[in-house]
């Protein structure tokens, strides 16, 4: 059993930046996803990050979200720069073979 805590989460005015941390509780051995779910919408995948550090984001947060980790510190992070409006949701980070966080909620004001 792995327990996942996300926080950083906030309010921001947009153009703004915010770095989420997602905590495992153990040593984590696989790719960590970050996901969001807007109010009324299906939860999306935003960034993803392997065990070597490859990376893969949705084209809407491209060039301005940055996902990375800390093997050493059991730790994922999402670094998100000039925030929208439309950044605006609950983040949720998640690990194979399905452990998710409570969730963190970012609202960005336009």
């Known amino acids: 059993q792995v327990q996942l805590v996300e926080s950083g989460g906030g309010s921001v005015q947009a153009g703004g930046s915010l770095r989420l941390s997602c905590a495992a509780s153990r040593r984590i051995f696989s790719i960590m996803d970050w996901y969001r779910q807007a109010p009324g919408k299906q939860r999306e995948l935003v960034a993803d990050i392997s065990l070597g550090g490859r990376t893969n984001y949705a084209d809407s947060v491209k060039g301005r979200f940055t996902i990375s980790r800390d093997n050493g510190k059991n730790t994922v992070y999402l670094q998100m720069d000039s925030l929208k409006a439309e950044d605006t949701a609950v983040y949720y980070c998640?690990?194979?073979?399905?452990?998710w966080g409570q969730g963190t909620q970012v609202t960005v004001s336009s």
């Open positions: 998640r690990m194979d073979p399905g452990y």
